[in-house]
C-alpha cells in the first residue's frame, strides 16, 4: 500500500473514559464484521481479568480500512500503573486520538498520556466522549483541556488541534456540539475524516535499508516468538537475512520465517512488507523489546523504547505455609523464578532481581499495586503458589539526600466528606494543592501525597466516603523523605494451632475484633484470621469447641448466629499487609499470616 494511505494511530486516556468502546465501534463501522455476526463488547479487551475488571491491561493493535486508507490502530491502558505499555506504544504510532470525558473532565492520566504523546511531538485529535452523560460540561471541559496543554509547554502547533465530540457507545461523532444536540442520526464519518486529514502519513521510505523496531512480543504455536512493531523503513520479504542490533550493536545474522501484516483482528501472512506499516515477524527468538532488526549491509539501530522507572517493590517468594502444595501445581522456587523473568522480558516496567542472602525469594519492582496484583492474579490462575511481602517504596538517593516518590492524587468526593479525606491524607504527609467546587454537591481535591502514603488507603477511602468517592493517582516526581507515616492502627487476631475454625470460636472472637475466616476453614500457627480491635496482636483459638456436658438448659443450644467474614480481593489483601506479615496466594486461596520468625507475643 501507499505509504501516504496509511495512517498509524494510539487511543488514550484516563481509565473508563471509553477508549476501547470507541475501537469496537471503528471496527464495526469499518465493514469489518458482518451485520448478523455476534461480537462480544470491548473485543479488544482479549485477556480474562481485563474483562473482569473492565480496564484494558495490555495494549493491543488491530487495523481497518476506510475507503482507499489502512488506518493501524493501538489501544492503550488507561491506569498509571500500565503506563510503560502507552509509553512502549507510542514509539509505534505518528499521531494519536486524546479521549476526555464529557463529564470528568481531564484526570491524572489524561495529564501523563498527553504529556508523554507532546513529549514526542505526535499530533493529536482530542474527542470529547460520553457527550450523552446529563452532566456533561463540555465547554468547561474543553477549557480545562487547553489549560492541560498549557501545563504541559505545548507549542503554538500542538495547540491548534481539532475537537470532535462524541458518543462512543453508540457510534458517533460530531465536529461541533450544536451538531450533535441537533442531529437523530450519525456515524464515526467525522472521526476518520479527522484522522485521514489531521494526523500525518508514516515518514519513512521504502527504497532505504530496512529498520524495523521491536516494541511488542507475542507467541505463535506455529512460528514460535512474534515481533511486533513498525517498520520505519526499507522493504522485508520472507527469508530475507537482518541483523539483529541490541543497545546499537550487530548480535548476529538471521532470516526471517514468517511475515504478518494486520487486517482488522487478524494477523494475515504476506510475501513483502514495506515501510509504514505496523507489522509481525518471525525467525528471531532471541529478540526482545526495545531491539532493532536492520539491513546487514547498512545497520542502523532506531532509538529504543525508553519507560519510566517502577516506583514499587514487593517480594516473590515460595508458599512455605503448612498448607503448601494442596492447591497449586507450580511451587518451587525454580518455576517461579522463570516466569518472573518471563514477565520482565515481555513488560518493560517490570524489574527482577535475587534479594541477597534469600535464594529463593525474587524482588519484583513495577509502577504500583496494581500492576503486581495483576501479575500475581495471571500467575495464581496459571497454578502458582506463592508467598508475598508488603510492598515497599523504591528509595532513590539524589544529590546525596534521599528521594521517595511522590504522587499527585485527584479525589471527586461530596462535600460533607471534604473534611474527613484531607485529615486522613494529611496525616500520611498529603498536601492540598488545589480545590474546586462544581456546584453540584460535589468537590474536587488536588493533593501531592507520598506514594507511601497512599498505600492501603484505597478501602480507608472508601469506608470514609461510602462507596461515593472517586480517587486517581499520578506519580509526579520525587521528593526529599517527608518522614515516618503511621500504617494500620490495628493489630492482628492470630490462630496459634492447627485445625479447622469452628462456630463456637469465632462466636466469641467477634467481640474483639473483624473476623476474616469462616467456620470450616484450615487454620494454622501463624494464620491471621481477624483484625483485633487494638493495635497489638492477640494469639487466639479458633478450633475451640464447647464443653459437651450431661446438663442441658433451655435455649443452651440455639444455633450461633456469625457476622459475614471481611473477605479480601487480591488487591485488598496487598495494601492491608504489615512489615511483619505475608500474603499466602494459590490458586483457590488468599491468606494472611505473620512471618514465620515471628515470634508468638
Not at 514477565?343 to 541477597?356: G, K
Request: net charge negative.
Amino acid at each position: 500500500m501507499n505509504l501516504k494511505n496509511i495512517r498509524n494511530i494510539a487511543i488514550i486516556a484516563h481509565v473508563d473514559h471509553g477508549k476501547t468502546t470507541l475501537v469496537d465501534a471503528m471496527l464495526w463501522q469499518s465493514g469489518l464484521f458482518r451485520d448478523n455476526q455476534e461480537v462480544r463488547e470491548r473485543v479488544m479487551d482479549s485477556l480474562d481479568l481485563e474483562r473482569e475488571k473492565g480496564i484494558t491491561i495490555m495494549a493491543k493493535n488491530t487495523a481497518v480500512n476506510y475507503r482507499d486508507f489502512k488506518i493501524n490502530i493501538v489501544d492503550t491502558p488507561g491506569h498509571a500503573d500500565f503506563g510503560g505499555e502507552v509509553e512502549r506504544t507510542l514509539t509505534m504510532v505518528d499521531g494519536v486520538l486524546l479521549l476526555v470525558d464529557a463529564s470528568e473532565g481531564p484526570l491524572p492520566q489524561t495529564r501523563f498520556v498527553l504529556g508523554k504523546a507532546l513529549g514526542r511531538g505526535l499530533p493529536i485529535i482530542a474527542v470529547i466522549n460520553k457527550i450523552d452523560r446529563p452532566d456533561r460540561r463540555p465547554a468547561e471541559v474543553l477549557d480545562e483541556l487547553y489549560s492541560l496543554f498549557i501545563d504541559l509547554d505545548a507549542d503554538e502547533e500542538q495547540l491548534d488541534f481539532p475537537v470532535l465530540y462524541s458518543n462512543a457507545k453508540a457510534g458517533l461523532a460530531f465536529e461541533s456540539l450544536e451538531e450533535a444536540d441537533q442531529a437523530e442520526t450519525g456515524s464515526l464519518e467525522p472521526l476518520f475524516s479527522a484522522i485521514i486529514n489531521h494526523l500525518p502519513a508514516p515518514d519513512g521510505s521504502s527504497e532505504a535499508p530496512a529498520r524495523f523496531l521491536v516494541t511488542n512480543l507475542d507467541w505463535s504455536d506455529y512460528v514460535g516468538r512474534l515481533l511486533i512493531g513498525p517498520l520505519r523503513q526499507g522493504r522485508l520479504t520472507a527469508g530475507q537475512e537482518v541483523a539483529l542490533m541490541k543497545g546499537g550493536q550487530v548480535v548476529r545474522r538471521a532470516p526471517l520465517k514468517v511475515l504478518y501484516s494486520y487486517q482488522g483482528l487478524s494477523r494475515v501472512e504476506a510475501t513483502e512488507l514495506s515501510a509504514g506499516d505496523i507489522v509481525a515477524l518471525a525467525g528471531l527468538d532471541d529478540a526482545f523489546i526495545g531491539d532493532t532488526l536492520a539491513d546487514p549491509e547498512n545497520p542502523e539501530a532506531l532509538p529504543t523504547v525508553v519507560v519510566d522507572e517502577p516506583t514499587l517493590a514487593m517480594e516473590f517468594s515460595v508458599n512455605s505455609s503448612p498448607l503448601a502444595g494442596q492447591d497449586g501445581r507450580l511451587l518451587t522456587s525454580r518455576q517461579i523464578k522463570d516466569r518472573l523473568d518471563k514477565e520482565a522480558l515481555y513488560n518493560v516496567s517490570v524489574r527482577v532481581a535475587q534479594v541477597p542472602d534469600r535464594p529463593d525469594s525474587y524482588q519484583v519492582s513495577a509502577r504500583g499495586e496494581l500492576q503486581l496484583a495483576v501479575l500475581v492474579e495471571t500467575m495464581r490462575r496459571e497454578g502458582f503458589e506463592l508467598s508475598l511481602g508488603p510492598p515497599r517504596i523504591i528509595l532513590r538517593e539524589v544529590n546525596g539526600k534521599t528521594h521517595e516518590p511522590l504522587e499527585l492524587a485527584v479525589i471527586d468526593v461530596p462535600e460533607e466528606v471534604v473534611g474527613v479525606v484531607t485529615e486522613k491524607l494529611s496525616a500520611r504527609r498529603g498536601q492540598v494543592v488545589r480545590l474546586t467546587n462544581h456546584g453540584s454537591g460535589r468537590v474536587r481535591l488536588e493533593l501531592e501525597v507520598p506514594s507511601r502514603g497512599l498505600i492501603g488507603y484505597r478501602s480507608q477511602f472508601l469506608t470514609d466516603t461510602r462507596g461515593t468517592g472517586l480517587l486517581n493517582t499520578l506519580v509526579i516526581g520525587s521528593t526529599p523523605y517527608l518522614g515516618p507515616i503511621k500504617g494500620r492502627p490495628n493489630g492482628s487476631l492470630v490462630s496459634d494451632r492447627s485445625g479447622a475454625a469452628v462456630t463456637y470460636a469465632l462466636y466469641h472472637l467477634e467481640p474483639r475484633g473483624t473476623i476474616f475466616a469462616s467456620p470450616g476453614d484450615p487454620v494454622y500457627p501463624g494464620l491471621i484470621i481477624g483484625e483485633n480491635s487494638r493495635a497489638e496482636d492477640l494469639y487466639v483459638n479458633p478450633c475451640k469447641e464447647k464443653k459437651l456436658t450431661n446438663i442441658r438448659a433451655s435455649g443452651s443450644d440455639e444455633a450461633l448466629r456469625l457476622t459475614p467474614p471481611r473477605r479480601f480481593s487480591l488487591e485488598e489483601a496487598i495494601e492491608y499487609l504489615r512489615e511483619d506479615e505475608i500474603l499466602e496466594v494459590t490458586p483457590k486461596a488468599i491468606r494472611l499470616r505473620k512471618r514465620p520468625d515471628e515470634k508468638k507475643k
